[in-house]
């Protein structure tokens, strides 16, 4: 049979370009398998997958960028007594699925089962422990700042009003959004959730772990986030635009009206039922501005009009405070791009959530009054953020399209 390699061209931020060096992946592989056959090299988002084949046994090996292992996936048997317990949830959540096959993977701190399924052509993976529990996966980025071990020693970390390190909860995204972009709080048992490309609000029911149904509002775009204003949900689109619909009675109509914001990437929206104001974080500076300030507006839920200043986020300050919080990491020079915001129901502390730099800055009264980093190993991308009335927090992350990383929503509740 003939082999045929496929390499791909890594294309790195800020518009560098640079063909990665693949003979320090083969030459790793032949440190595992000396008589590997490479069947396909893929460069991911931040690590690179080789298939190969070592003797009869087709593996796949993932590297990081400077071909440090980080994970081996191989064909494997399930014992008869985990495979009893894995079926009864498969069962649950698969019901019309046919299995495919299973896999074992093997990471630095741990093992965990990989089944493939199969519908109608549509590949899905459910991942299990050892033991046929359900496996929630870490994120595979390697350019970490911040690392789970380094945060969990931190008395700040430790003093945190949520543990940002063990999820009371985590919700496994389907396919549909992997690229989840923002959520909002609907009721005890449903958020409201959207994706980067659609024109749709997904109900997702946090007692089902599924889409319970979903609002059509337009077409295709790029949409950053949504909050829910009595009746009504607003959906913020990246040029400032709002979607307007009614949700308790959804007939189709939908009123759009364009927030004259001058910033070009608004990424963050939140409504404040004690000021009935919509709050609009910036993601980029704005125009005609060279500081790398970001800035909040602020606007009436009621009439969207000129919208006014409400927090001018400072990157220096936070960098600052990262300084004194956390003293021992050199990670202090961090860019801060905002792509959500929330605002603690009984505390009226506003969360400004970070995807780059991965970060919750928290602010009273317009002052930063603390800074926690998100360790890479959980969060891939954190882009949505979202209190219940009882204070509780939810987080979303957005997987890696096409990867190996599902799109999550966390829940922390309060200690």
């Known amino acids: 049979m003939k082999i045929t390699i496929l390499f791909f061209m890594l294309f790195v931020a800020v518009a560098v370009t640079a063909q990665t060096d693949h003979k320090r992946f083969i030459n790793k592989v032949k440190e595992i398998c000396p008589q590997a056959d490479i069947t396909e090299i893929e460069i991911k988002s931040g690590y690179v997958e080789i298939e190969y084949l070592c003797g009869d046994q087709l593996a796949e090996i993932g590297l990081g960028l400077n071909a440090e292992w980080m994970y081996t996936e191989t064909k494997t048997e399930i014992p008869q007594d985990v495979w009893s317990k894995i079926t009864k949830k498969l069962e649950k959540k698969y019901a019309d699925w046919s299995v495919d096959e299973f896999a074992l993977i093997e990471m630095a701190d741990t093992l965990f089962y990989k089944v493939e399924l199969i519908q109608d052509g549509v590949e899905e993976n459910s991942y299990f422990a050892l033991d046929g529990k359900y496996y929630h996966k870490k994120n595979m980025v390697t350019d970490e700042n911040w690392a789970i ?13 949520y543990n940002f390190l063990k999820a009371d909860k985590v919700y496994d995204m389907p396919d549909l959004l992997k690229e989840i972009s923002g959520i909002a709080y609907a009721d005890e048992n449903t958020l409201y959730c959207i994706q980067d490309e659609l024109g749709i609000v997904f109900k997702y029911d946090t007692h089902k ?149 991965r970060l919750v800055a928290i602010y009273k009264n317009e002052k930063l009054i603390n800074v926690f980093p998100l360790p890479a190993e959980l969060y891939y991308k954190p882009e949505g953020i979202a209190f219940a009335p009882n204070g509780d927090l939810y987080l979303s992350s957005e997987g890696i399209k096409n990867g190996y990383v599902d799109g999550q929503i966390y829940l922390f509740t309060k200690k």
């Open 149 to 161: 071990a380094y945060l969990s020693q931190s008395a700040n970390y430790k003093s945190a009003p």
């Open 209 to 357: 772990e599924d889409i319970s149904g979903m609002f059509r509002f337009t077409d295709v775009g790029d949409f950053e986030d949504l909050t829910v204003v009595k009746d009504e949900v607003f959906v913020l689109r990246s040029d400032g635009t709002l979607f307007l619909f009614n949700h308790r009675n959804f007939d189709g109509k939908i009123i759009q009206v364009v927030v004259p914001v001058n910033c070009m990437n608004v990424e963050g929206l939140e409504y404040n039922k004690a000021d009935n104001q919509l709050y609009l974080a910036c993601k980029d500076q704005l125009l005609n501005d060279q500081s790398q300030n970001r800035i909040v507006f602020r606007i009436s839920a009621d009439y969207p009009s000129k919208p006014g200043v409400a927090l001018t986020i400072l990157p220096d300050e936070i960098n600052q405070m990262l300084a004194v919080k956390y003293p021992d990491n050199q990670n202090t020079s961090l860019q801060i791009n905002p792509s959500a915001i929330a605002i603690h129901p009984q505390t009226s502390e506003k969360y400004v959530l970070s995807a780059a730099s």
